[in-house]
């Protein structure tokens, strides 16, 4: 079974053995799906490892690290209806991609679906599965599961028009919870996200990893979202929430000081959301307090 509907698109930097087994993985899906690889900038031989193991994939260097960016330019490059994202170290399970297009075939206003990641070698279910399942966000009937607020870019497959309308991810929030900025954004032209129980994305988290750094943009980028669209009663008592609850180091304060020296752009950039998407994003903050998953803000 070949399915030319959906092209996947994976963004890595200085990864080339998780890169290189999640391409292997790839390659051998039943649908066959071309696969563009942006490599931001790795030093480790990356470039030279997928154009000898796996020279079908196109690969785009630009020459250095633009994060979430990095997918922005690969859907340039994207011809199928359909884009689905997924990390150097995450692989899509056979039949996935295939459920995806089928549900994005079946309903013309639903934007993204996210599937169900299974976080390997143990085969355990993400804990942010739980909230994706029981997501507080109401949606119209046809929807074929949850209503989601957001989406894990990792794990989700796009509407390719869609994506490239809502103007793709932020180029100032580069990486850790870039995701909702978009999705707000999807969400506020009229497009649904859904989450959909059958489908199943593979993640095997790497080691290479700057966890300190992700969490200080995530918060920062948290920050960000809150003032470009959440009206002001929201964005005060999110902001407040924050200060709170997230550690007490000097990461967490270099977020709040990066995100404040930008508020210049933010409030030329501010576009409050319409209110029925503000409604979903109020009833899933409160559900994400309660919640037992890892986040990048916390």
């Known amino acids: 079974m070949t399915d030319p509907r ?22 051998e899906l ?8 942006t490599d931001n900038g790795s030093t ?24 979430a960016v990095g997918r922005n330019l690969a859907v340039r490059r994207v011809r199928t209806p359909y884009v689905a994202f ?11 991609l295939a459920g995806a ?11 993204a679906v996210t599937a169900r990641i299974v976080v390997e070698p143990d085969g355990t279910e993400d804990p942010i599965v739980e909230e994706l399942r029981n997501s507080p966000v109401p949606g119209p009937r046809w929807l074929p599961g949850p209503a989601l607020g957001s989406f894990l870019a990792a794990a989700t497959v796009l509407r390719t028009d869609a994506f490239r309308r809502a103007g793709g991810f932020h180029p100032r929030l580069w ?11 999807l969400a506020a032209d009229g497009w649904w996200l859904t989450y959909a129980e059958k489908l ?22 948290t920050l960000w979202f809150t003032w470009l669209r959440r009206p002001l009663g929201p964005a005060l008592r999110r902001t407040a929430h924050l200060a709170r609850t997230v550690p007490r180091d000097t990461a967490s304060l270099r977020a709040f000081a990066e995100a404040a020296g930008a508020l210049p752009w933010v ?29 990048y803000t916390g």
């Open 200 to 221: 199943t994305i593979h993640h095997q988290p790497s080691e290479v990893r700057d966890s300190t750094r992700r969490r200080r943009d995530g918060i920062r980028n």
């Open 6 to 27: 959906t092209t996947v698109v994976v963004i890595t930097h200085n990864r080339r053995d998780e890169l290189l087994r999640t391409l292997d993985r790839l390659a």
């Open 175 to 185: 990486l850790g919870g870039e995701e909702e900025l978009l999705a707000a954004d």
């Open 86 to 96: 997924c990390d150097d170290d995450s692989w899509w399970a056979p039949g996935a």
């Open 267 to 295: 409030l030329r950039e501010r576009r409050v959301l319409p209110p029925q998407v503000e409604d979903g994003l109020r009833l899933l903050e409160e559900s994400q307090r309660r919640s037992k998953a890892r986040r």
């Open 101 to 111: 297009a089928d549900l994005l075939d079946r309903h013309a206003a639903l934007g």
């Open 44 to 67: 480790d031989g990356t470039s030279a490892a997928v154009a000898r193991h796996h020279p079908r994939v196109l690969l785009l260097r630009p020459g250095r690290n633009l994060g």
């Open 30 to 37: 039943p649908e066959r799906p071309a696969v563009i690889v």
